[in-house]
């Protein structure tokens, strides 16, 4: 025979349709983005995986200042290495600001995975990459100026070796809007005769090493042979690449701050849930006296009032969970899409994201709501009939001050009586305060960064030379340059720039101490250094270690640099007197030959990482505000409903008694008000603390630094979103208390 009770079930969600409605649309969402990233995510990582042995991925590169000779392929060859040739050459593109790397068809090495067209087949077309063509408007079937030549775009591609578009080994982040990479034919190759050309090798160990301390090694061994039979101009292994390493390590990387908020606002629901059911069981205590004692036991009334809030959760993540593998997979994939180039996405199912985005949630919501009104059905049938549910007997009431006005007392009851809401309220307020921080803050933390670094460069320009080389211009200044690691630790092992700079320097004005060195306030930051303190730092591609005593901190937040004397650059790194490979200028110093520059560092270069961060971040961005402001309403909409509701006695009393329902509404919303607004302040202070730690943790994993800026006008949109929010739902609020009818204050007469 069917439960009559589940009759109610019905007129319970008929009767309260909107706020089911919200919450039930609102965790689907959740849910459904959460479960959409889980899955992207993982079939993301999967197909990046898989990709290093179907793209064949290389095990690293060299540049050699000459073409391969026979001999040292033999040598790499009798080490069980097999070399592939990856020659490329760099070209201005003439209709936008950007360089674009070409390389040759590849074969057996860094294949080419195809997003979208076909590659190319005459000597006058080319594939470009798919983020490089996003970032700057290209298309396929679009033509693209390439030096002297027209090329026509015949696919959009992801390169294996490619999948963040790092120009160089020693950039802090890429720049995917003013590099990219892209592959022509052979004879197209051929056909660009590119003075630009640079001799490029990749190999492939005929047996992978088995870890990376093991492939550390091997790759010492490829070195130390390059080193004696040619002039190497570079080399980066596998594992020191992130052009191949970084979007792994990167991917699913903010999955469990994604898990963390959705766990957060499935529980914060079931709060709400919780203290919806206490009320409708303090309402209907009458009923439920007169059905225990008709023979109905505690725990069928319990799974009773469990239904709603189980069932409303379950579905809602079925629901969220196929929109997942539908919609929100591809929103989410398209998130770091933006950030990296990798290969189509195949969908894979993922048991893993279902148990976290259904069974979990379902769990919370049961296991909270199951407490509460199993301790709100501890009471005798008789206690129910008699709504006789005071926790004590001899409950002394508080004393409210009498010098405050009526009115005045009369809300700061309204807030004593409902401080379960509020408190809820304000937990609610704190998480969607986060949420909203973490999006008004993006923004001001990469444009303050970009100033900041505008405003300290050592110079307009620095030049990277292979060799010395003199200049005619007179304000060129010669320095000294090496790169050395951070050891691995707590942090990522990083590049550090050792600058030897002379003691009269127009362009870094630092009083060297006889021992120890600067260093730039990114890495003082970054690394919480403090002065007289040891850091020990490694040869790029070697093993020998060098320990500096920090002396002071210079003002150059663009980079992770050390600053020293020439005299001390020399002694410390075995340099000849004017063997300096470096310029520092406030002009462009056109007359030094690309035969001996090695590269070239301009405001464009020192900015990567902070315009890389607006492009890959700007749409998550505007979501995460969005999500933020709308979690605030939901929260604040639900409680200050149930807050109505609860006092719906009061409220018909109040009618009864001459109240005007303006006059009413307005008691009831400025003591909401009130909360909201104190809440809205007081968890700043809270929310910015939090906001700090885990933005230096986030951005503390990526190459370089930026710093965490929040500035004060960031705060004050926040306070004044959640007020124009909470105005908003004050219109609802004056609705639900015309709604209560004058004759309930009477029919629930104890």
């Known amino acids: 025979m069917k439960n009559p009770l589940n009759k109610r079930l019905l007129r319970e969600l008929k009767r309260d349709v909107a706020k089911y409605i919200v919450i039930f649309l609102f965790m689907i969402l959740m849910i459904g983005f959460v479960s959409g990233f889980m899955i992207s995510v993982e079939s993301m990582r999967v197909s990046y995986v898989e990709g290093f042995e179907k793209l064949h991925v290389e095990h690293g590169n060299f540049e ?34 950007s360089k674009l790397r070409v390389y040759h068809t590849r074969d057996g090495i860094d294949e080419v995975s195809v997003i979208e067209g076909v590659m190319p087949k005459a000597s006058d077309e080319i594939a470009i990459d798919r983020m490089y063509a996003d970032n700057n408007g290209l298309h396929v079937g679009d033509t693209l ?70 492939e550390k090694e091997r790759g010492e061994e490829v070195l130390n042979i390059l080193a004696q039979h040619a002039q190497v101009t570079g080399f980066i292994p596998q594992y020191a690449n992130l052009g191949i390493k970084m979007a792994g390590e990167d991917l699913g990387k903010d999955g469990k701050i994604v898990e963390f908020f959705l766990y957060i606002v499935v529980m914060i629901i079931a709060f709400i849930f919780a203290i919806t ?27 009773h009032y469990l239904c709603t809030p189980v069932c409303v959760t379950l579905v809602s993540a079925l629901i969220g969970n196929i929109l997942g593998y539908t919609l929100f997979k591809e929103v989410a994939a398209a998130m770091y899409y933006g950030s990296y180039s990798l290969p189509k996405m195949v969908t894979l199912w993922n048991m893993d994201a279902f148990v976290k985005t259904t069974v979990i949630p379902v769990i919370l919501m049961f296991l909270i709501n199951f407490v509460i009104i199993v301790s709100k059905m501890r009471f ?29 007392r009369f809300r700061l009851r309204i807030i004593l009586q409902n401080l379960p809401n509020y408190i809820t309220m304000v937990a609610g307020i704190f998480f969607a305060n986060i949420i909203l921080l973490l999006g008004l803050a993006l923004p001001a933390i990469i444009y303050h960064n970009q100033e900041t670094i505008t405003d300290n460069m050592l110079a307009e320009y620095q030049y990277l030379l292979k060799a010395p080389v003199p200049v005619e211009d007179e304000g060129a200044e010669a320095f000294y340059l090496t790169q050395l690691k951070t050891p691995e630790g707590k942090l990522p092992a990083e590049s550090i720039q050792i600058y030897g700079i002379r003691d009269d320097s127009a362009y870094v004005d630092i009083e060297f101490p006889d021992e120890g060195v600067y260093v730039s306030t990114a890495f003082y930051e970054k690394h919480g250094l403090e002065t007289g303190a040891e850091i020990t730092l490694k040869e790029a591609y070697g093993e020998e270690e060098y320990t500096f005593e920090v002396a002071g901190v210079y003002d150059y937040p663009a980079m992770l640099c050390v600053f020293m004397s020439e005299e001390m650059y020399q002694d410390v790194f075995d340099a000849q007197e004017g063997a300096f490979n470096g310029y520092f200028s406030r002009e462009a110093l056109d007359e030094i030959d690309d035969t001996y520059l090695a590269g070239k560092i301009t405001e464009d270069d020192l900015t990567k990482l902070a315009r890389q961060m607006d492009v890959s971040f700007g749409k998550l961005i505007h979501l995460i505000t969005l999500l933020g402001v709308v979690m605030f ?19 018909s009393m109040c009618k009864i008694l001459g109240y005007k329902d303006s006059e009413i509404a307005s008691l009831y919303i400025l003591s909401t008000g009130l909360v909201v607004a104190v809440s809205l302040i007081a968890t700043i202070p809270i929310v910015n603390a939090l906001m700090e730690t885990v933005c230096v943790n986030l951005l503390s994993s990526f190459p370089g630094w930026l710093p965490y800026y929040v500035p004060f006008d960031t705060f004050i949109k926040m306070v004044a979103l959640g007020i124009g929010s909470y105005a908003l739902i004050t219109f609802f609020q004056f609705g639900s208390v015309k709604k209560i009818p004058l004759g309930i204050a009477l029919k629930n007469v104890e």
């Open 633 to 651: 309403m939901l929260i604040i909409f639900l409680l200050s409903k149930l807050i109505i509701e609860k006092n719906a006695n009061c409220i």
């Open 145 to 214: 100026r390439l030096g002297e030549h027209t090329l026509q775009i015949t696919a959009l591609v992801a390169l294996a070796d490619y999948t963040s578009l790092y120009e160089k080994p020693t950039d802090m982040m890429f720049d995917a809007k003013k590099f990219g990479v892209a592959v022509m034919t052979n004879e197209g190759f051929d056909a660009m005769e590119s003075s630009h050309l640079h001799y490029v090798y990749s190999w492939l160990y005929d047996e992978m090493p088995a870890d990376e301390a093991a």
């Open 277 to 303: 059911t206490s009320n409708t069981i303090r309402q209907e205590s009458g009923v439920i006296g007169t059905l225990r004692a008709s023979g109905y036991s505690r725990a069928e009334i319990v799974i």
């Open 380 to 408: 005798t049938p008789l206690q129910f009939i008699r709504r006789d549910l005071s926790s004590r007997k001899n409950k002394n009431g508080l004393r409210l001050p009498v010098k405050l006005p009526v009115m005045g």
């Open 64 to 97: 050699l200042a000459q073409p391969i000779e026979d001999a040292l392929i033999k040598h790499l060859e009798d080490e069980n290495i097999t070399v592939f040739e990856n020659h490329y050459f760099e070209e201005e593109t003439v209709d936008f600001d």
